[in-house]
């Protein structure tokens, strides 16, 4: 930042000073040499308040925000000074401050349009050349980065799309194994519901079936030992010889 305009500038006239203004900005100069910024701000502005015109006490009132940090207010300050004087010199002050207030808050396309039209007044000022390569290259990374930015939330969407797409093919898989799953549930069941005569038809044998076949079995075997009794009975009885 520049150095704070001197009680008498080459482009204000003394009669453009009030006695009061000038004693203002006084007291203000000796409270900004202290680094009591606040205190200075108090007495530009009443300075200003006395000569609302004041281009000293305007760009001097910037500078007191902008050692505080109110970047902005700064600003506003800075910019509403190039409608009130012509002088190149002092335009490019004002310019060049405003560029490095801009910086502070980021604007840096703002702020290269300021080092620019403080060039335009003064082509030989250093100090801005270097501060509009910085901003420059400050642009430049943040764009870099908001095209990072775009491209990953664009690679975030197609995997998330990717993504979608294979849990849709998983849930479907899931579904048919679901589904053959009741289908043998429901099959399994079914057989357990079939009547005996359904299940003979498949080749196997009802507990029903069973039990009919060995009774059968059993009165089979009833009736041949009832004939090999029948036939015991018709055989004619041997004399036995008597032991002496």
Not at 1 to 26: A, C, D, N, V, W
Not at 37 to 42: F, K, L, S, T
Not at 83 to 93: A, G, P, V
Not at 135 to 158: G, I
């Amino acid at each position: 930042m520049r150095g704070i305009i001197l009680i008498i500038l080459t482009f204000i006239t003394l009669s453009g000073y009030t006695q009061s203004e000038r004693k203002f900005i006084r007291r203000g100069n000796r409270e900004f040499d202290d680094k009591k910024y606040q205190e200075a701000e108090i007495q530009y502005r009443k300075a200003n308040e006395k000569n609302p015109g004041s281009v000293a006490a305007d760009f001097n009132l910037g500078n007191a925000l902008y050692k505080q940090k109110q970047y902005e207010a700064a600003a506003s300050r800075y910019a509403a000074l190039s409608e009130k004087h012509k002088d190149r010199e002092e335009l490019n002050r004002q310019y060049y401050n405003l560029g490095n207030a801009l910086y502070k808050e980021g604007k840096y396309k703002d702020c290269i349009d300021a080092y620019k039209n403080a060039l335009r007044n003064f082509p030989g000022d250093m100090d801005a050349k270097h501060n509009l390569q910085l901003a420059m290259k400050k642009l430049q990374e943040e764009n870099q980065k908001k095209n990072q930015q775009k491209q990953q939330q664009k690679d975030d969407k197609q995997d998330n799309k990717q993504e979608n797409k294979q849990n849709d093919k998983q849930q479907q898989k899931d579904q048919q194994k679901n589904q053959d799953q009741d289908k043998n549930g429901r099959q399994q069941e079914k057989n357990k519901n079939q009547s005996p005569e359904k299940q003979n038809a498949n080749g196997q044998i009802s507990p029903q079936d069973a039990e009919r076949i060995l009774q059968a079995l059993e009165n089979e075997e009833k009736n041949v030992l009832k004939k090999v009794q029948e036939q015991q009975k018709q055989v004619k009885k041997v004399p036995v010889d008597k032991n002496w």
